[in-house]
């Protein structure tokens, strides 16, 4: 241990996690299931060490550039005294500043139940039940031994917060993370969310560092349950900026009839991981995922997604795209494994990439293992430029180069996150990338959003 | 009686590759303002080959001659510096545009032409009254209007979308390329009807086609007939109809014995 404190990146953040166990008695050990969450944590980064590309669900992802920082976690009680104007909507805010949990931005709101986990946590004994039952805890989707950043997630478990949806709530949940600090911060977070039978909500989990000079590195491990005919919209923001790097690893488990409907957005952020996995437990359970990166100079998104049919009459639906330029990488992974109980499936899956430079990167590969024999599956990928003779008609319609590649750029990525229900959050979305992408083609500013209206009339 | 004025464009011996291959072996053309030219030719003869460099296609070579449009050298201008300065091509191959609608792709269109000329965007309510009255023109409906462009568009859909352009845009040469093939007859009287009312608005046309069909509706001023990337014969509307009797197999053989070609319109 003393070994990999020294010279390995990030393992010097264990050292608090290595003392309490120390100086935890074996009885605390045995009664408490946190205590022993961040011991397992621990022995299974000992063995395997952070993920490098010899890992074959790393290969394409250097963590190195980013994991180097001095990292420092979470100290004294920071607070930020109100919440900063980020999106265009009002929102039930959950709010981690500098990694620390915000409750007096947090107004009781309807229909969910909000709890911090460091309070849970420095009560000191607790039979781990945190949600209800046992069967809806932490650590019960996702496993230390699963991927060693849930190991590091594990290691280091304090602070995150958990949420139990009773009823609908009337406005979006807000589980954001945001940073402000010159020292490099490693925010470490974890989630549990549970929707009761027959509720709807929409989550939205944010990551923003409004430091200019140091980076922050996000570790969020979220589990995720939906009950029978509940509906979740989960919405990822990661477009944020460059400083701003972010691992993020969600399990979600389905029972009947449930859906799940998830959006990834990535556009701005330096380097972002996200291993998204969904369970289809029990029959008529749907997913869909959608993703979208637009990345630029040495930006780097990591999207590895698996979905397990588990049970006959489900269905799952996924769409990733990217729009790639300078140096920066798109990888998508996306598995897919129908068991052989899992009939009736319908699963889809495709993965497309529009290369802007010859230095730009795009890594597509799909898994699909079939174990069942009445499924429809289809899956596909592209990797492709500009489609030039659209961009020739366009010209010959009097747009100029770079207004006919943000326009076909635009439509391409639109069908990720225009079927988005929050309509002035989708057109925040919309904005934002529409900028990105007359930067990114390089179009003069004063041309934005003034002779271009995308809106539809 | 147009000699006074300045011709619309002047293609002088125009030579043009492809790959290493020639497809345009000399080609001289000139259309004066208010003249409708129509140039027939079997396939493969090198129509769409002119139309889409008069367009600004890059993948051609130009070996030789020159271009004037209005007086400006039109080979030194982008696709879009020619689409401003009033030249549009109906192609015979329109292209899909998944995800831009039809509106968005005409106000964007519109406005960047008016851009360039230094004319402030059009108002909602006037571009949607020109683009109404443009669909309703072509017999399109106004949901045609919210439609991502040529996505899923039938062929005959396709070629009226190019003329419903070109009502919008009002290009001062329209250079129409097959508009014809692929309609049904009701279709075609309805894009011939469509051009004839846009004459004037529009100032002339080059009409590109294979059959003398359309040439019953819309009426040349001169008709060229193109054989492997030449223009061999020149003459008034009554050589469609020569052409369409005796088939582009007369040509063949005419061609062969080298005939005299008649100046068209100096
Ligand atoms: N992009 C291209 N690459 C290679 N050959 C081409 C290309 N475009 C046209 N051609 C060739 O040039 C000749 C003329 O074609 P085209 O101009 O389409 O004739 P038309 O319109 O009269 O039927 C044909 O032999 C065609 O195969
Ligand atoms: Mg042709």
Known sequence: ?457 | MHNAKQPLLVIENLHVAVDDKQILKGVDLTIYPGEIHAIMGPNGSGKSTLAAVLAGREDYTILQGRVFFDGKDLLEMSPEERAAAGLFLAFQYPVEIPGVSMLTFLRTALNEIRKSNGEEPIDTRTFLQRVREAAQLLGLGNDFLQRAVNVGFSGGEKKRNEILQMAVLRPKLAILDETDSGLDIDALKIVANAVNSLFGTIQSYLIITHYQRLLNYIEPDYVHVMYDGKIVRSGDKTLALELEAKGYDWLRSETLSSIELPSTTT
């Open chain 1, 1 to 457: 241990m003393t070994n990999l404190q020294e010279t390995k990146p990030l393992m010097h953040l264990l050292s608090a996690t290595f003392d309490s166990l120390q100086s935890a008695t074996p009885e605390q050990l045995a009664h408490n299931p946190f205590l022993q969450l961040r011991k397992q944590g621990l022995d299974a980064l000992a063995r395997t060490g952070l993920p490098t590309p010899r890992d074959e669900e790393w290969k394409y992802l250097n963590l190195a550039p980013y994991i180097r920082h001095p990292y420092q976690l979470p100290a004294g009680k920071e607070s930020l005294s109100h919440l900063p104007q980020i999106l265009p909507i009002t929102t039930i805010p959950v709010v981690f500043f500098n990694g620390l949990f915000q409750p007096h931005l947090l107004s009781p709101a309807h229909g969910v139940t909000v709890t911090s986990l460091a309070q849970l946590l420095d009560k000191g004994s607790h039979d781990g039940t945190v949600l209800g039952e046992q069967e809806h805890s932490i650590g019960q989707l996702l496993s230390p031994e699963d991927d060693p950043f849930v190991a590091l997630n594990a290691a280091l478990l304090h602070q995150g917060a958990l949420l139990h949806i009773t009823q609908n709530p009337s406005q979006p949940i807000y589980l954001a993370s945001i940073t402000q600090s010159d020292q490099p911060l490693f925010v470490n977070l974890r989630f549990a969310i549970r929707l009761s039978t027959g509720t709807a909500a929409t989550v939205i989990l944010d990551l923003r560092t409004l430091s200019k000079t140091a980076p922050t590195f996000h570790n969020i491990a979220s589990e995720i349950w939906l009950e029978t005919e509940s509906a979740l919209t989960l919405i990822f923001l990661q477009n944020d900026t460059a400083q701003n790097y972010g691992v993020l690893t969600t399990r979600i488990a389905q029972t009947a009839r449930s859906r799940s409907r998830l959006y990834t957005v990535t556009a701005g952020n330096g380097m972002v991981r996200n291993t998204t996995s969904v369970q289809l437990n029990e029959p008529e359970a749907e997913t869909v995922l959608y993703g979208l990166s637009v990345l630029r100079d040495t930006e780097v998104a990591d999207h590895h997604t698996a979905v397990e049919h588990l049970a006959p009459n489900c269905q799952s639906s996924e769409l990733y795209k990217s729009i790639v330029a300078d140096q920066a990488t798109n990888i998508f992974n996306g598995k897919i494994f129908v068991h052989p109980e899992a009939q009736q499936t319908n699963a889809y899956q495709s993965n497309h990439n529009i290369l802007l430079s010859d230095d730009a990167r795009v890594y597509t590969k799909p898994q699909l293992e079939i174990f069942a024999d009445d499924v429809r599956c289809t899956h596909g990928a592209t990797v492709g430029q500009l489609p030039q003779e659209a961009v020739f008609y366009l010209r010959t319609r009097g747009l100029p180069e770079t207004v006919a590649d943000v326009l076909l750029l635009h439509a391409f990525a639109g069908e990720v996150y225009e079927q988005l229900p929050l309509e002035p959050l989708r057109a925040w979305i919309d904005q934002q990338l529409s900028h990105r992408l007359f930067d990114i083609v390089d179009l003069a500013a004063d041309r934005k959003l003034v002779d271009l209206q995308f809106a539809t009339s």
